[in-house]
């Protein structure tokens, strides 16, 4: 049985890249998810011909919202080095480009190695309660979320956005690039947590960097991912967030930065 | 007199984009110091006919070394919307694409807004001196830098990565979006203070989100600036820096995260 976040991510190859589809499983409250869309880009990626070595980077733009169905992926495999190979690619759908980004894989070596910043402290995912998101945001349902700190229970304006969470896929599932391109995205905008309340909000600009190594990704399985996230400033209408991915066992799998675009609430 | 950061960031108009060089005051030790590119790549987005708004996010992506002379910037305006703008370019000289990247451009409203990261707890700029970075580093010339913590001071290896330091355009110069730009990516590699010497490295992609509205510019003129950056994790040839700019008083300028190569020194 295909899971459906390979129903969500499937891609096939036309002239010039790949078409995908959006998924009704991952809607957010306009179009998809956009670790959904991440996720898609990532997998067809990986489904080059030209492909050499892992995902590295990947930055992806959001330029307007992307309309059920299907949606092209023009790809540009602008350089590949031995170490490393760069791509830029133009998300569209019928009436022009929706999204855009840019994309590094590389080929990992041995190396001195040390993470540096702390793990956080938390107890098991088994000792938090599996916490759902209201019902309409659809594209949670796909994740078991286990919130340590910051969950999505509006108990008024909070000076701290951050939010720490246990997740995982819903079925578990193991963990790959495109599945950890979109648990990177899996946090919901700051905003809410910092106001109290839903705001008009969306991702502009996210950019996610794949510390893990497939043999990392195997390590880690279907194991629960442990994701956390703030924001620095909000201001002018955006806000960043910058956020940590890790596995269960204490790797840091990715780091992620994006930038978000909102309306005030009490405006 | 023409500033030197604004000879090296001169572009000209031609088809398809603009002409820029290098600039020999901006050399690294392997082609010119990103952050010129960076800023250079902001000032003709900036000059671009179509422009609307101000610069949002900036991704870059280094794909071979930039070699000294012209090269070629290629703009393509994928979209514009009420609010923001979508760029996607590509640097090429000669023999094939050196670099690419998006850009977004946005409108900035007066919203709700708090900065909830702590500005660092530092002493004003002129009670650290004034410290050069060795010689042969030219770019760094062009900056007066004042290191609070984390100076490229060689005394073994350390356990933490962290760089704050006060700087500025040397000579002074007020503060405009190619000049922030350059500035976020002015911290020696993370590799070198962690391993506790020099270290083949170089940046693979990096973002920054500019948070300064053209008013806070304004308000920081040629004021020092407080930038800090440390890195998650090292490991498999690769690691992440995320980093701050402040305004000297008190202002999230911009927030930064790139992704570098490095070669185990002690390998």
Known sequence: MTHVFDEATAVEPIAGGFRAHTHPAYNNMVGPFGGITAGTVVAALQAHPEAQGHPLSLTLNFAAPIKDGAWDLAVTVL???????????????????????????????DTWGATETPFPQVQAPEDYPEQSMPDFVEWAKNYETRFVEGSLVMDGPQDDSTTTMW?????????????????????????????????????????????????????????????????????????????????????????????????????
């Open 79 to 109: 350089r590949t080095n031995r170490t490393n190979q760069h791509f830029v690619f133009v998300l569209s759908q019928g009436d022009g480009p929706v999204a855009s980004g840019t994309a590094v894989f590389g080929t990992r070596r």
């Open 167 to 267: 997740l995982r896929d819903k079925p578990a599932r193991p963990l790959d690039y495109p599945a950890l391109a979109s648990i990177a995205d899996s946090f919901y905008p700051r905003i809410f947590r910092r106001r109290g309340t839903y705001a008009p909000a969306g991702t502009i600009s996210l950019t996610t960097y794949f510390h893990a190594s497939p043999a990392e990704l195997e390590q880690q399985g279907a194991e629960h991912l442990l994701a956390t996230a703030r924001a620095a400033r909000f201001g002018h209408g955006h806000f960043d967030q910058y956020g940590q991915v890790w596995g269960r066992n204490g790797t840091l799998l990715a780091t992620t930065h994006q930038i978000v675009y909102y309306k005030d609430p009490q405006a």
